[in-house]
């Protein structure tokens, strides 16, 4: 990884979820990652077993709202994918927009691609260290392609 003085090279984990994949919409979410400088380094598709979704979710295991989203997400197939580029944590957040897509600022993933809080298109880590762990997930490092 290197460093300018203001701006850090970081990886992290993006998402396509089953509604965006299921509608067709890879490629189309795939730009804007890419238009905005970010690098798919690493992709697999893959299709959650229920226990795989509730570990990779379990930080939200209180939360009213779990059981609906491990149903989603085991709905159909994801896009898992690494994002390389300059502070590719705070910056994939930026491109994908608010997790309600009511509240998502115009032109972001979630803008155009989510049609409700759950069905929101796609993850993405929401922390430096969160992004190791869910990069760790899905992906080996000889899986894993740096540009940089
Ligand atoms: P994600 O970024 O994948 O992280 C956790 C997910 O839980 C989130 O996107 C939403 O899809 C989902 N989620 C968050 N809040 C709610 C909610 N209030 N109702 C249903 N799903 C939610």
Partial sequence: ??????????????????????????????????????????????????????????????????GELVEFMTSGPILAMVLEGSDAVATNRRIMGATDPTKAEAGTVRADFATSIERNAVHGSDSLENAKTEIGFFFKDKEIFPRA
């Fill in 1 to 66: 990884m290197t460093q300018t003085s203001t701006q850090t090279l970081q990886q992290t984990l993006s998402i396509v979820k089953p509604d965006a994949v299921g509608q067709n919409q890879i490629g189309n979410i795939i730009e804007y990652f890419e238009r905005e400088g970010l690098s798919v380094v690493a992709a697999k598709m893959v299709h959650l077993s229920p226990d795989d979704a509730k570990k990779f979710y379990e930080i939200h295991a209180d939360k009213p709202f779990f």
